[in-house]
């Protein structure tokens, strides 16, 4: 089978790693343009990139694959790589750029898409982390074939995997990467032998991860405390959790539930074991911080700068 790959971050390169390892022919990699990337915003391939090319992978970066649109000329190229491609399948995971009927459509087996999540719930850009943001007890893989609308077309394979208790979205994203890599190889293979099902979407259930924004990182400590270590963790590694004391922004990447009460952002207690901080309900103990331009640290080498002290307040994120 050829079979014709569209994805940009690592979660698509493993996936791509599999398909390869697996021996299905590729003829056409899509991935993003270069980006600029770290302190020197020098530009910096995708990890799809740089698979494929140490591979030998062929590559196209279009910038847009609408034909009528600004970057028409991008998508008119790609459509030909696409052609002179003939895959059988595209298959496309955390690519970026909306995909056209025609793309789906000139495939002859169309579009599998590896989504992270159980679909009907969580549809949409970032369902990594909002499922731990939602306290999700579960999420996983669905493989899907895709149609024009946002991730609604048909269920092909589905398998679950338990969010646990101190998964950040780092850590839930490389098993589901994993999952999905694992998954899609299977799907293609039963797709081989005429053995994969199609199953629509309930109607029912169905909830949209919207895009992760920087502007959601400031802390709001007047929420439950059991809600703000969630969000924690679904925005680890990206964008962060953020307060400040006074005047001093510090990232919170790392808490446990304590048992304390008091006025929201009310500092409660220090000592090696972490930060213990009043919320609208309950108390957080902070146990893995970072001051601006420094490193993340566990909460005993953190106080050995310069240590908040009991009464002292962190500053809610503002209306």
Not at 192 to 212: D, F, M, S, W
Request: net charge neutral; with cysteine; glycine share 10%.
């Amino acid at each position: 089978m050829r079979v014709a790959f569209a994805g940009t971050p690592e979660f698509a390169r493993v996936a791509l790693e599999r398909l390869h390892a697996a021996g299905f022919t590729i003829p056409l990699v899509l991935t993003q343009p270069d980006r600029p990337a770290g302190r020197g915003m020098k530009l910096q391939a995708s990890a799809v990139k740089q698979f494929a090319q140490a591979h030998g992978l062929p590559l196209s970066q279009p910038r847009s694959l609408r034909l009528d649109g600004r970057f028409a000329e991008d998508a008119a190229a790609a459509r030909q790589a696409l052609l002179d491609a003939r895959p059988d399948v595209l298959v496309v995971a955390a690519y970026g750029l909306i995909l056209p009927a025609w793309v789906l459509d000139l495939p002859p087996r169309g579009g599998l898409n590896i989504h992270a999540s159980l679909l009907p719930r969580w549809r949409g850009a970032a369902p990594i982390q909002r499922a731990i943001e939602a306290g999700d007890a579960s999420t996983g893989i669905t493989i899907m074939q895709m149609d024009v609308g946002l991730d609604t077309g048909d269920m092909l394979l589905v398998e679950s995997l338990t969010i646990g208790a101190e998964d950040t979205s780092a850590s839930l994203h490389d098993r589901l990467a994993l999952l999905g890599g694992r998954l899609i190889v299977e799907a293609l293979e039963l797709a081989a032998c005429g053995g994969l099902p199609r199953t629509p979407q309930p109607a029912e259930g169905v909830t949209y991860a919207h895009k992760i924004e920087k502007a959601e990182a400031p802390i709001d400590w007047r929420r439950p405390a059991a809600e703000i270590e969630r969000r924690l963790r679904a925005f680890d590694p990206f964008p962060g959790a953020t307060t400040n004391l006074a005047g001093e922004p510090i990232k919170c990447w790392r808490a446990t539930l304590g048992t304390g009460s008091g006025e929201p952002g009310e500092i409660l207690a220090v000592g090696p074991a972490g930060i213990e901080v009043a919320c609208g309900g309950g108390s957080l103990r902070l146990t893995e911080l970072q001051r601006a331009g420094g490193k993340r640290q566990p909460a005993a080498v953190f106080l050995q700068g310069k240590a908040p002290l009991p009464g002292m307040h962190l500053e809610s994120a503002p209306d």
